[in-house]
Each structure stands twice: as C-alpha cells, then as structure tokens.
Nanobody, 128 residues
Framework: QVQLAESGGGSVQAGGSLRLTCAAS????????MAWFRQAPGKTREAVAT????????YQADSVKGRFTISQDNIQNTLYLQMNSLRPEDTGVYYC?????????????????????WGQGTQVTVSS
C-alpha cells in the first residue's frame, strides 16, 4: 500500500503562491485515484481538487478554480498542488489522499471517507 508525505506548506501574504508536494512511497501513484483536501480550524476536511484519471472522480472546488492546479509526475511518484493568488480563506492544513482506482463510488459526494490513504498534512497560512 502507498505511503504519502506532504511538504511545501508555509506562511505567505495574500496574492502569493505556494507549491505543495506529496511524495508517495511503497506503491506507484499511477494505480490510485489522487486528491488534495484541506481542513481549516474548526471546520470539516473538504476536497480541494482531484487528479483526473480513469475510474476516478473529477472535482475542483469552486473556490479554487482558476487559482489552483493539481498535477502528477508518475516517474517521480509525486503529486503536486500549485496554488496561486492565495487568499486568507485558503488557510488550513492540506492533505494528500489516495485510494485504489474503482474503489471510489463515483455516485456519492466526495468526502474524507472516499479515500483510504492519507499523508500527515502540511500547514498553509495566508495573511491579509
């Protein structure tokens, strides 16, 4: 099974950029549906974006459209989240998530329960 480790978080001012990295080990990310989630203080964990792939959900939160880009490097076995034009409301802990392709019920809303494998998270703080 895959192990995930996020990095790249930090503190930035509004309008700045960060690139988050999720390094996978133990298995190839190409076998999984991959996604980024985030959790703000006092709020539930929410999906930010998924990587489009066969048997995987396609999703990007309305609040990040046009600003965030998810990508994957299968050779490096790494998932990325490029975040531009950051806003204070983007503050939170960002998590990388994975589940085997075809294991996610595409008829159901995308939630934390849709994914079985998680990283430890990386903190993103955006100040105004």
């Amino acid at each position: 099974q895959v192990q995930l480790a996020e990095s790249g978080g930090g503190s930035v001012q509004a309008g700045g950029s960060l690139r988050l990295t999720c390094a996978a080990s133990g298995d190839s990310v190409s076998r999984y549906c991959m996604a980024w989630f985030r959790q703000a203080p006092g709020k539930t964990r929410e999906a930010v974006a998924t990587l489009a792939a066969e048997y995987c959900p396609t999703y990007q939160a309305d609040s990040v459209k046009g600003r965030f880009t998810i990508s994957q490097d299968n050779i490096q076995n790494t998932l990325y989240l490029q975040m531009n034009s950051l806003r204070p409301e983007d503050t939170g802990v960002y998590y990388c998530a994975a589940n085997y392709r075809s294991y996610i019920d595409l008829r159901q809303p995308l939630t934390r329960a849709s994914y079985n494998y998680w990283g430890q998270g990386t903190q993103v703080t955006v100040s105004s």
